[in-house]
């Protein structure tokens, strides 16, 4: 089950009291408070692991805590410090206070560990108030109580390139043909019902990692359809891949303004990412020719957007325009290098 956001209370370790007691011994004679201190409580953690990939684990769960620490005893012997919490959390999970909102954490790096709650301080043991005024204290501390906090786990995959389109435009027949993912496939819309990530490899030695999300339809922003819930996934990734579909009923032209529009809706981070546009399903498209000259002409694109005298590109027009075609895999090859090239060079920017 892909899980994308839970809600949950997490607490720290309570301290662990303080001992009040009197050492005994044969031939001592009022030997004096012996009294332990409590065990610290145990500390909260936030630790990424790759090998995880949602947050199925939090679903239905209400509230976690940490181990108290354990009650002090005679001889001066300290308690156990309570046991730690660690909450294990996929790469591109955000932390947020449920009460103010505030982010706490944006991990993303495998396997960073980071303190969330400390552990409570435990109580001090009556040896500790011992005087010349007051020789037999018969109190000590209780330990403190650990710190407690609403919280809400957000999951944003973490991919380099993110496909955008229609419901059945052929993103899922894309991703596996060119990478290793395995989604579900089949002639309907809506096939697609949760993100998927497919690791592309380009060459030998390069490669890039691919995110594909339910289909964007028109009014998405709103609340229609599925695909809405999910671009979040893709507001990390680096780059867009428009996936225009040659054999849907809508025009190409009016498939690219309605995603357009709808991701200028959900907000300035998918809009401002860079893009590119693949013309799907191309195989069964007898007239490629002049639709694709037709489409670039309307827009005002090029094949391949050429960079600015300053060497930057305008990232209101696509990096570049291309028919594909997964079943016959024309342009796939030459797509994934176009990908890999781009990524290169924006990481070089």
Known sequence: MFIDSVKFSVKSGDGGAGCVSFRREKFIIMGGPDGGDGGDGGDV????DN???????YKGKRFLKASNGAAGMGKKMAGKKGESLT??????????NDDTKELIFDLVDNNKKVLFLKGAKGG???THFKSPTNQRPEYAQKGLEGESKNIRLE???IADVGLLGFPNVGKSTLISTVSNAKPQIANYEFTTLTPKLGMVEVDEFSGFIMADIPGIIEGASDGKGLGIEFLKHIERTKILLFMLDLANYRDINTQFLTLRDEIKKFGTTLSNLPYAIALTKCEICENLDEIYSKFLLDFGFEKVQAPAINGKFN??????????SSVSNLGIKELKFKLLEILKSLKSE
């Open 124 to 126: 001090l043991g009556n």
């Open 51 to 57: 090998n995880t990939h949602t947050l199925a684990f």
């Open 315 to 324: 990232d209101k027009k696509p990096r570049f325009v291309i028919p594909i």
């Open 87 to 96: 909450l294990v959390v996929p790469p591109g999970t955000l932390v947020y």
């Open 155 to 157: 999951l944003k995959l």
């Open 45 to 48: 953690y936030f630790q990424v």
